[in-house]
């Protein structure tokens, strides 16, 4: 099933699918394609680059320390399947969870190089002075486009979520997707060698749009 949109309807019931590594944490592995994955990666080489950011008090701030990577928009021919697993991803665990109406932000396309990183945060915002969409996020949801094993390969970079007292790892191979309450508290470890490329998106509350 060479199909990404297929191969991920045909998940749509996580239950019977998806693994659930940690509560309330489902993983979907090879959801996207390696070659869908290759393509990706050489779509996000060939776009602009700009210094990732972090959100505070409704403005968005550049804080290496914080959050250390580049965004790479891609054009929507070249997002589109990526998307569109991913939301099928995330409304599949809300179907599970019992979910409100929800849209899309995103995907963005992440490269984190040598030294790379993401402090842990959450997604979710209660800061009044944040976007309503940002605040009305409800699930988080990664694919790693690449890992050990591809070309590129990198190390390093993992994804830890801490679910409860202790952190857990991701399972994160090229191609799967992971999907995660965004109010839970994470980060992406430092990367030692090599390249990470990543999309993130997140399902946001349709009606906190008229609450903003």
């Known amino acids: 099933m060479n199909d990404p949109t297929r191969r991920i309807a045909a998940l749509a019931d996580p239950a019977s699918a998806g693994v659930e590594f940690a509560a309330g944490c489902v993983a979907w592995p090879g959801a996207v394609p ?30 290496s320390a914080m959050r250390a990577c580049t965004e790479h928009p891609l054009a929507p021919a070249d997002a589109a399947a990526v ?47 944040d976007s309503a969409v ?6 988080s949801l990664v694919c790693l486009l690449n890992d050990a094993d591809s070309t590129p390969a990198f190390d390093g970079g993992a994804l830890v979520l801490y679910p409860g007292q202790r952190p857990v790892n991701a399972p994160l191979a090229a191609g799967t997707v992971v999907a995660f309450p965004s109010d839970l508290l994470h980060e992406v470890r430092p990367v030692r060698l090599g390249t990470r490329y990543a999309a993130v998106a997140w399902l946001f509350d349709v009606p906190t749009l008229g609450a903003a």
Do not use: K
């Open 34 to 63: 390696r070659a869908l994955c290759a393509r990706t990666i050489a779509a996000m080489e060939a776009a602009g680059a700009r210094s990732g950011t972090v959100l505070r008090h409704g403005a968005e701030e550049h804080d």
């Open 83 to 129: 998307a569109q697993v991913l939301h099928t991803a995330g409304t599949a665990l809300l179907a599970a969870t019992g979910g409100a109406a929800v849209a899309l932000d995103g995907p963005l396309f992440c490269r984190y190089a040598r030294g790379g990183h993401f402090r842990a945060h959450r997604d979710r915002s209660s800061d009044r002075a």
């Open 134 to 139: 940002v605040r009305g996020r409800r699930i």
